[in-house]
């Protein structure tokens, strides 16, 4: 029947435990495939029922028949959007789409990706990524977000992004509180439709 899933997200938990499958419309990165398939008697290393990939999480199957297969293990997640044979039918191969050469980076990423999830030991824990510019801007934006919904005032914010002492020290300069400005208005943005740009 379509549309059945098997099984979905636990809506009570969080999106990082729970690893939803978010739309490929709305611009979810995703890696596309096309599954065909396999007789038993066919069986070869390339194919597989795909419920039994390792990290296979959540599989949805939408109104078009299409198959959206969440792959997570680990700190790594990849959503496969695959059309064609029922994956629930039986062993099928899955030939991948790179759709036009601009999406090459991006599918070789992806593919990487893929890799790791289907030769994920959990012997070996994956390195601590350094802060970048970019990821510690997100999370001061989030801190600011989450301290003003809150209630907190900018000098409550900066403490917990900049640590008490810093504050103590330098809160009668103004470039400090400007800094908290500046994260709040960017988690508003992200908060009103701009995190978009972070799943592309």
């Not at 099984?7 to 435990?17: E, I, L, R, S, T």
């Not at 293990?73 to 759709?99: H, K, M, R």
């Not at 980076?105 to 012997?123: F, M, N, V």
């Not at 999370?139 to 809150?150: K, Q, S």
Request: net charge positive; charged share 20%; with cysteine.
């Amino acid at each position: 029947m379509p549309g059945r899933f098997a099984p979905f997200a636990d809506p009570n938990q969080a999106p990082h435990v729970a690893h939803p499958i978010w739309s490929a419309e709305a611009g979810a990165p995703v890696l596309i495939a096309r599954a065909e398939p396999i007789t038993a008697a066919e069986a070869s290393q390339s194919a597989y029922f795909a419920p039994d990939l390792p990290g296979a999480v959540h599989l949805l199957i939408d109104d078009r028949n299409r198959s959206h297969l969440l792959l997570s293990c680990g700190p790594i997640a990849l959503q496969l959007l695959i059309e064609g044979a029922d994956l629930l039918s039986g062993p099928v191969t899955l030939n991948f789409i790179i759709p036009g050469i601009a999406e090459l980076g991006s599918a070789i990423d992806k593919l990487s990706t893929l890799r790791r999830i289907l030769t994920y030991s959990p012997q070996i824990q994956p390195a601590l990524r350094s802060w970048s510019t970019q990821t510690l801007r997100l999370r001061n934006a989030l801190i600011a977000l989450d301290g003003h919904a809150a209630g907190a005032s900018y000098r409550e914010i900066a403490a917990i992004i900049f640590g008490k002492e810093r504050v103590t020290k330098d809160w009668p300069d103004p470039s400090l509180k400007d800094r908290v400005r500046r994260s709040l208005r960017r988690g508003q943005a992200y908060a009103n439709g701009g995190y978009r740009v972070l799943i592309i």
